[in-house]
């Protein structure tokens, strides 16, 4: 399969944090997804 370069992206986001509790379990995290793409995030709990 083969992705359009020009194609706007499916999934963007910028700067993204995550807090639970006193956590921060994402600081700052730019993304994007591009149509087509398959992405996945795994950290140690799965």
């Keep these: ?4 370069a020009a194609a ?3 999934v963007t ?3 993204l944090t995550y807090t639970f509790g006193g956590t921060h379990a994402v600081d700052g995290l ?3 997804v591009r149509p087509g793409e398959v992405f996945g ?3 140690p709990n799965g």
Aim: with cysteine.
């Design 13 to 15: 986001c910028t700067r």
């Design 1 to 4: 399969m083969t992705s359009d």
């Design 41 to 43: 995030l795994l950290g």
């Design 30 to 32: 730019d993304l994007a």
């Design 8 to 10: 706007p992206d499916a």
